[in-house]
């Protein structure tokens, strides 16, 4: 069994370092880093950054943006990657924990563009479902953040493949559910593993979030909206609406204190908004209207790609398109669009009138226009098979550096977040993954994951179940 070094710290002890197989390496550092139950223990960590150094050594590092370096070694400090390099060519801090990854891919922490993690644990008890508001189909000032459970089952299970980051979205049969979070998957509690509140409005247009009734989906009937029609005109009224808002906004922050004093006196208006009355749905659509935050387009085939587009460029809303899955016809336009897509599911069936392969061939499609691609599970239980939908793109003609970019570097730079994340660069977080073999390959297992240098326990409700019940030699 080959040799490995942890880490062995624990809520500001440190303990020295010393040699185990990497057969055992979680289950020693689950033993040491916290004394609280197993089950707690696995679902929140504690990522506060120490000050020791630690040297993964003679790894193949897969840098994303600046090739691959063979027999490499990476330093993680402070929570932060602060040396990199050919092992010769890096000189490892004076007590520093040494990881020997001989034979191990070293790679960026995964970033999943869409799930719905922390929104949902039981889908059969409605209780716990926090996946979309199903009153109203037009919610922009809802947060998920509000509703984020850091503590599902759910998020160990992903980091176990090498995830570290995700947008967490709500579920999109309503044309507006609300607004996205953008979350680090460890972290001391909730506030600490949200890293950007209200990153992105998600937007949906096309069969899915037709009303077949209040609280259905996907079918015409007598909810509204039941047609494409009914979901571009609800869509655009709230636009409207906002941006009418706005202006009447800024044209009572342009009067004088004495006529706004004069004004709240004759009318009895003391609200924040330009009608006295604080406008929560309007208000949250304001840093969207002024272009400060994406809007997240989600659209499956080329018609509703082209009419969500159109009101997207009447409003100059700045876009992430997302599915595209069945928009063949319209690639170059696409392309044209100058906007990055969120492609998926890559797994989905072709349309009648598709060829068998026309779903997952898409990424390369677009890649070959120029099109800056992510991948997202969609999911919130099957996240953890994110880097195999990028290795099916591989497969069907997407180059294999472009399909690990759309995993990495190119959600961190949609997301705002590429001076932090989405490569093995100096300065960025230490979020790094160790494991046996390339991460787009079903037959590699992650043997660790760091986050803010952190070494995360490498296990999850599966193995405690696994361990439970599998027979005792």
Request: some cysteine; aromatic content about 6%.
């Amino acid at each position: 069994m080959r040799s490995f070094v942890i880490p062995q710290q624990s809520e500001g002890i440190c303990f020295s370092s010393r040699l185990i197989s990497i057969g055992h390496a979680a289950a020693v550092a689950l033993l040491l880093v916290t004394p609280v139950s197993l089950h707690a223990q696995a679902r929140m960590v504690d990522t506060t950054p120490g000050s020791a150094a630690i040297a993964i050594t003679n790894g193949k590092l897969l840098t994303i943006t600046h090739g691959v370096i063979e027999h490499g070694t990476i330093v993680l400090q402070g929570g932060k990657i602060v040396a990199i390099g050919a092992a010769s060519s890096v000189k490892i801090p004076s007590g520093a924990t040494k990881i020997d990854a001989t034979g191990m891919t070293v790679y960026p922490g995964l970033i999943d563009s869409e799930t719905n993690l922390g929104l949902v644990e039981i889908e059969s008890d409605r209780v716990n479902s926090d996946l979309v508001e199903t009153s109203e189909e037009i919610y922009p000032q809802m947060h998920v953040y509000d509703a984020f459970h850091a503590e599902t089952e759910r998020i160990p299970i992903d980091r176990f493949n090498g995830v570290t980051n995700a947008i967490v979205a709500p579920e999109s049969s309503d044309t507006m559910p609300g607004q996205d979070i953008f979350i680090q998957l460890a972290g001391r509690d909730r506030d600490t593993m949200i890293v950007t509140k209200d990153v992105a409005l998600a937007m949906n247009f096309g069969q899915e979030p037709k009303r077949g009734g209040r609280g259905g989906e996907g079918g015409a009937g007598r909810g509204f909206p039941s047609t494409r029609m009914g979901e571009i005109s609800q869509l655009r009224q709230a636009l409207l609406d906002a941006q009418e808002y706005m202006v009447k906004k800024a044209e009572v922050a342009k009067k004088p204190a004495s006529a706004k004093a004069d004004e709240t006196e004759s009318t009895g208006r003391k609200g924040g908004g330009p009608t006295g009355k604080f406008d929560l749905r309007n208000e949250a659509l304001l840093p969207y209207l002024r272009g400060e935050r994406p809007v997240i387009l989600g659209a499956y085939e080329g018609h509703d790609v082209e009419v969500a587009m159109a009101l997207a460029q009447e409003f100059h809303l700045k876009v992430v398109l997302n599915h595209v899955t069945h928009s063949q016809d319209v690639l170059d336009k696409i392309a044209a669009y100058k906007v990055p897509v969120i492609f998926g599911p890559i797994y989905d069936f072709p349309d009648a009138n598709e060829r068998y392969d026309a779903v997952y061939s898409m990424p390369a499609e677009l890649q070959k226009r120029g099109v800056k691609i992510a991948f997202a599970s969609y999911s919130v239980e099957f996240n953890r098979n994110l880097p195999y939908a990028a290795g099916f793109a591989v497969a069907y003609g997407l180059p294999y550096d472009e399909a690990l970019k759309a995993l990495t570097i190119n959600p961190a730079e949609m997301w705002g977040m590429a001076d932090k994340l989405g490569s093995l660069d100096i300065g960025k977080t230490a979020n790094v993954v160790i494991a046996n073999g390339d991460p787009l390959d079903v037959r590699t297992s992650v043997k660790q994951v760091y986050i803010d240098g952190v070494a995360i326990p490498m296990e999850t409700r599966q193995t405690r179940l696994r361990d439970e019940y599998m027979p005792k030699k």
